[in-house]
């Protein structure tokens, strides 16, 4: 779109339709409208200016005046612009985590809370998962913390790839994620945390200054209620079961699916 259109305004209701229209569209909200005015006649400069022209020029059209008030007027859409998209950026950015590119804890807080408070559309419910790499602590004192963050980033890509469109994953602290997906059967999210699961131990990572890929596994807890969920904190019973059920997995050997109900 250009950054400035020009309108001529005459005394029908043509050009005032033409200002209302574009700035009322997505596209040109943010573009320049100056109008342009035969006569000096306020009344219409007023009307002109009521449906969002940035600029008015009575008279008819004057070169220098036009070319002051572009000059101006995108000048200042610049600088408009560049703050939306510092503001679009920073927004975004306080939903991802900057190490691996998925969204964040304060994602999934807030996208859990939400699937627990609307009505499930196919009648499945919905599903949290927790997982959690299996010894990575390990990881890290054997072959240092730039190999973990390494470990971390390729399996959040193997996970989200894996997950795809279903829901969201999100890395919620150190090397623990949470799987979210809505209108879900127990069924369909045993398994999906199965294939979870196998992407990533069927598959050793490698290493840098590693002779030899690294075999990693990771366990899987999940819980599956149905929304909507009471009143109160549905985010703190939602985590205590699908983390008992993590535990579980744990308990059982590690690279392990476990599910839990969660109490109303």
């Given amino acids: 779109m250009p950054d400035a259109i020009l309108i001529e305004i005459d005394t029908t209701a043509a050009g005032l339709n033409t200002l209302a229209d ?12 100056i109008a342009v005015l035969a006569d000096e006649n306020a009344t219409m400069a007023s009307e002109a200016l009521d449906p969002g022209a940035d600029a008015v020029c009575m008279g008819g059209f004057y070169v220098e005046e036009v070319q002051l008030h572009l000059d101006n007027q995108i000048a200042r859409k610049a600088r408009m612009d560049q703050m939306r998209a510092s503001l679009k950026r920073g927004l975004a950015e306080s939903w991802v985590d900057p190490l691996t590119g998925l969204h964040n804890r304060r994602y999934a807080m807030q996208a859990m809370d939400q699937m627990a408070r609307q009505p499930s559309q196919t009648g499945h419910g919905f599903v949290v998962m927790l ?14 913390h730039v190999s973990g963050d ?42 999906l945390a199965k294939t979870l699961r196998d992407c990533i131990s069927k598959t050793p990572f490698s290493l840098p200054d590693t002779a030899a890929p690294v075999p990693v596994t990771i ?7 149905n929304p909507p969920l009471p009143l109160g904190d549905p985010e703190e019973r939602l985590l205590k079961s699908a983390d008992t059920a993590l535990y579980a997995a744990k308990k059982a050997g590690r690279n392990q699916v476990r599910i839990r109900q969660c109490s109303a």
């Fill in 131 to 144: 997982a959690d790499l299996d010894h990575f602590k390990t990881i890290n004192d054997r072959f240092g």
């Fill in 219 to 225: 366990s899987i807890g999940l819980t599956a209620p």
């Fill in 150 to 191: 390494q470990v971390l980033t390729e399996a959040a890509k193997r996970m989200k790839r894996t997950v795809s469109a279903a829901g969201f994953v999100a890395r919620i602290g150190g090397e623990e994620f949470m799987i979210g997906l809505p209108n879900s059967s127990q069924a369909g999210a045993m398994d």
């Fill in 22 to 33: 574009l700035k009322s569209r997505g596209a040109t909200r943010h573009t320049v409208l």
